[in-house]
T-cell receptor
Framework: EAQVTQNPRYLITVTGKKLTVTCSQN?????MSWYRQDPGLGLRQIYY???????DKGDVPEGYKVSRKEKRNFPLILESPSPNQTSLYFC?????????????FGPGTRLTVL | QKEVEQNSGPLSVPEGAIASLNCTYS??????FFWYRQYSGKSPELIMS????GDKEDGRFTAQLNKASQYVSLLIRDSQPSDSATYLC??????????FGTGTSLTVIP
């Protein structure tokens, strides 16, 4: 089944404790992206990647890191999480990031930082 | 100014009626436009995409794009209770970034 998977689905952590949220897709997509969704603010793009070793900042990259060492994986790293990073996170992928490409979303990761 | 703005609603329509959702965007260089549906606690799923001025129909859904007015809309005909969800307008900018509106909550009343 073609899908985007994220792990973990739920995470409660404490301020400053480094964490990684994994994202993997099995559709051979070139474009991958991370979003956060907050009430009243909608979905905001954190980082995106056009291909292996190519990443770019989205609208809200501060406090996050990403890497794209393999085409299928695009982990999101929070080196020192803070409470304002408590949010619902979605990973998405599309074939090439072209104008007509549909983005497929993962199931989401709900992160709470205490 | 936000990149993408939607009427936040909530919007309630009776079953069988037409639901009209609206979206405006700020960057005239935007390339393509998408409507996603998101059920509570779930991930967004694509309903429609549109790239050229005019109307695009798919079943009960019609997307309308007016680039001169920087306006995108989604019409849902014969609304069903299963259409009750939040609808997200998304715009692909001139680069490779995507911008989403805050969503419009739709309730279809049986």
């Amino acid at each position: 089944e073609a899908q985007v998977t994220q792990n973990p689905r739920y995470l409660i952590t404490v301020t400053g404790k480094k964490l990684t949220v994994t994202c993997s897709q099995n559709m051979n997509h070139e474009y991958m992206s991370w979003y956060r969704q907050d009430p009243g603010l909608g979905l905001r793009q954190i980082y995106y990647s056009m291909n292996v070793e190519v990443t770019d900042k989205g609208d809200v990259p501060e406090g996050y890191k990403v890497s794209r060492k393999e085409k299928r994986n695009f982990p999101l790293i929070l080196e020192s999480p803070s409470p304002n990073q408590t949010s619902l996170y979605f990973c998405a992928s599309s074939l090439s990031g072209g104008a007509i490409d549909e983005q497929f979303f993962g199931p989401g990761t709900r992160l709470t930082v205490l | 100014q936000k990149e993408v703005e939607q009427n936040s609603g909530p919007l309630s329509v009776p079953e069988g009626a037409i639901a009209s959702l609206n979206c405006t965007y700020s960057d005239r260089g935007s390339q393509s436009f998408f409507w996603y549906r998101q059920y509570s606690g779930k991930s967004p799923e694509l309903i429609m995409s549109i790239y050229s001025n005019g109307d695009k129909e798919d079943g009960r859904f019609t997307a309308q794009l007016n680039k001169a007015s920087q306006y995108v809309s989604l019409l849902i005909r014969d609304s069903q209770p299963s259409d009750s969800a939040t609808y997200l307008c998304a715009v692909k900018g001139p680069g490779n970034q995507f911008y989403f509106g805050t969503g419009t909550s739709l309730t279809v009343i049986p």
